[in-house]
T-cell receptor
Framework: GENVEQHPSTLSVQEGDSAVIKCTYSDSASNYFPWYKQELGKGPQLIIDIRSNVGEKKDQRIAVTLNKTAKHFSLHITETQPEDSAVYFCAATNSNSGYALNFGKGTSLLVTP | NAGVTQTPKFQVLKTGQSMTLQCAQDMNHNSMYWYRQDPGMGLRLIYYSASEGTTDKGEVPNGYNVSRLNKREFSLRLESAAPSQTSVYFC???????????FGQGTRLTVV
């Protein structure tokens, strides 16, 4: 099955700095890569996603890049704000597993004022 | 719009007891999923239902059973709870394909 590795497990940045979280996946059939944000006591929420036919996608301060050859994808958050503090999860999936999402272990991001 | 509703929100069980976690979605989604979340382990897939009438095992199915009661509801049953099943359980749903998965608020289960 799909194995998703995520790094780092914790990340601390100062407000205004950029944050980068990286993930690798094992199944070359995977072709959908979403990122979820989880705030304390809540369920994860989608913040951005990318499909395998796209190399980069941006939404305001958030961007995701995908390198299918190397099987890795990254989340970039620019101009970080304290409200960006949360746990972020990457995931990968394909049609072989009913589109079930396989998650990385998460990155706890802390943005300090 | 309620989205994905899980009940109960909290539960304490004794080892060997059984219980069912309920999940319902009102978004007419085809696919539903059960995950467990443990510290440092991320979200691990227990079971999923790609469409009404089908269920499949995920990464960690041992000790659990599921029922896709209808298109809206997907329940998770622990027949004989064990301390290793202490976790936060999340239900999620989505339409078929590469679409956003919506998660419930979670059920925090403690087995003593």
């Amino acid at each position: 099955g799909e194995n998703v590795e995520q790094h780092p497990s914790t990340l601390s940045v100062q407000e205004g700095d950029s944050a980068v979280i990286k993930c690798t996946y094992s199944d070359s059939a995977s072709n959908y890569f979403p990122w979820y944000k989880q705030e304390l006591g809540k369920g994860p929420q989608l913040i951005i996603d990318i499909r395998s036919n796209v190399g980069e996608k941006k939404d305001q301060r958030i961007a995701v890049t995908l390198n299918k050859t190397a099987k890795h994808f990254s989340l970039h958050i620019t101009e970080t704000q304290p409200e960006d503090s949360a746990v972020y999860f990457c995931a990968a999936t394909n049609s072989n597993s009913g589109y079930a999402l396989n998650f990385g272990k998460g990155t706890s991001l802390l943005v300090t004022p | 719009n309620a989205g994905v509703t899980q009940t109960p929100k909290f539960q304490v069980l004794k080892t060997g007891q059984s219980m069912t976690l309920q999940c319902a979605q009102d978004m007419n989604h085809n696919s539903m999923y059960w995950y467990r979340q443990d510290p440092g382990m991320g979200l691990r897939l227990i079971y999923y239902s790609a469409s009404e009438g089908t269920t499949d095992k995920g990464e960690v199915p041992n000790g659990y059973n599921v029922s896709r009661l209808n298109k809206r509801e997907f329940s998770l049953r622990l027949e004989s709870a064990a301390p290793s099943q202490t976790s936060v359980y999340f239900c999620a749903s989505r339409t078929t394909g590469f679409t956003e998965a919506f998660f419930g608020q979670g059920t925090r289960l403690t087995v003593v």
